[in-house]
């Protein structure tokens, strides 16, 4: 086994990276992670989820990452308003999730937003919020409370 220093192991991967490019960079870091294992990250992700949330029915096919939601008709935000959200989506009901690892004043009140505005959207389905944020403090779980979401921490 060959030892080397920080700054060895740094030349040699700078060296790997402008003869083999970022591609090949991407490879070595995310492993076998790749086009044709996005099915097990996807079936991973909605394992954390079964756990997180404690409902063993989530299946990767019923999780949506980053869908668009658009306010059309400024029933919520301004007309035109953009922005993303996760979604589960099965039978009927629509569960709107959104990670925090650091939350910031305000953040659950502009969720619920997102939220409303998918229910106004989506008037044939249910539509839940549920904010995860690890270690929670009593703000967070009052917001919460005010704007009708779940908090998981």
């Not at 990276?17 to 960079?25: A, H, I, M, V």
């Not at 019923?62 to 306010?71: A, F, K, P, Y």
Request: aromatic share 8%; charged share 30%; hydrophobic share 40%.
């Amino acid at each position: 086994m060959l030892n080397l220093t920080p700054d060895e192991e740094f030349a040699q991967l700078s060296d790997k990276l402008s003869r083999e490019g970022w591609e090949e960079w991407l490879y070595i870091t995310s492993g076998t992670l790749r086009v044709e294992k996005g099915h097990s990250m996807e079936e991973l992700f909605a394992a954390g989820l079964r756990y997180g949330l404690q409902d063993p029915d989530i299946l990767a096919e019923h999780v949506r990452l980053q869908q668009n939601l658009i306010d059309k008709d400024g029933l919520v935000f301004s007309k035109g308003f953009k922005t993303e959200i996760d979604v589960i989506a099965r039978n009927g009901e629509l569960v709107v999730f959104e990670i925090k690892s650091t939350y910031k004043q305000g953040d659950a009140g502009i969720f619920s937003f997102k939220v409303r505005l998918l229910e106004l959207q989506n008037q044939d389905k249910k539509v839940k919020g549920i904010l995860v944020c690890i270690g929670a403090d009593e703000s967070i779980r009052q917001e919460c409370e005010q704007y009708g979401l779940r908090l998981v921490d």
